[in-house]
């Protein structure tokens, strides 16, 4: 799977967007970006992948790059409970299903 | 229901202890994961079974043994384990397919061995 490059931390204040990068310059043409998030002292969760049409569910939209070697997550309206560590994986659709989480951003939301 | 649930919460070991932690789900997942996750650190991941059968070992110390009893009960043998294996164990499902692997996590075992 390819590496991803995020940056360690960010912040955001409440009720504005939050727009989480990702580097991800060595994808192959059938890897996938995820983004799970995990908060503090839970397990993560999934929150939106993607190929390389941009994606919108109920929790996130992720854009990703007509290169595809990067992309955004997307929060649209941070709240406090949105403050996690932030995983950008990129996974091939064969072969390992495991995840190899990199290190992630880690997000604080500020009232 | 999209819940995976581990227990104990919380376990306190000593080196010569045997204990063992669990993970259930009844989501119909094939695919089950240990992962564990050092503080500070992300998780990596440590056994996959797939249809109740190992299927990656991670190069994990045998002190750890896994067992998947039934597709929807994973367990974990904790047996004559290091201070340096504290941790969080994490365990997820996922359906068990390669495309579209979404996986679903419980909420973790927090391991401190004494």
């Known amino acids: 799977d390819a590496k991803t490059t995020q940056p360690p931390s960010m912040d955001c204040a409440e009720g504005r967007a939050a727009n989480l990068p990702c580097n991800h310059s060595?994808?192959?043409?059938?890897?996938?970006v995820y983004w799970y998030r995990q908060i503090h002292s839970q397990g993560p969760q999934y929150i939106i992948h993607g190929l390389k049409n941009n994606e919108t569910n109920e929790m996130a939209s992720l854009i990703i790059t007509e290169d595809r070697k990067s992309s955004t997550l997307i929060l649209p309206h941070a709240t406090l409970r949105d403050t996690a560590v932030y995983y950008c994986?990129?996974?091939?659709?064969?072969?390992?299903?495991?995840?190899?989480f990199g290190s992630g951003t880690r997000l604080q939301v500020q009232p | 229901d999209t819940e995976v649930t581990q227990t104990p919460k919380h376990l306190v070991m000593g080196m010569t202890n045997k204990k063992s932690l669990k993970c259930e789900q009844h989501m119909g997942h094939r695919a089950m994961y240990w992962y564990k996750q050092k503080a500070k650190k992300p998780p990596e991941l440590m056994f996959v079974y797939s249809y109740e059968k190992l299927s990656i070992n991670e190069s994990v110390p045998s002190r750890f043994s896994p067992e998947c009893p039934n597709s929807s009960l994973l367990n974990l043998h904790l047996h004559a384990l290091q201070p340096e294996d504290s941790a969080l164990y994490l365990c997820?499902?996922?359906?068990?397919?390669?495309?579209?692997?979404?996986?679903?996590f419980g909420a973790g075992t927090r391991l401190s061995v004494l």
């Open positions: 994986i990129v996974r091939a659709d064969t072969g390992r299903r495991a995840l190899t």
């Open positions: 997820a499902s996922s359906p068990n397919r390669v495309a579209k692997n979404i996986q679903y």
């Open positions: 060595t994808i192959s043409g059938n890897e996938y």
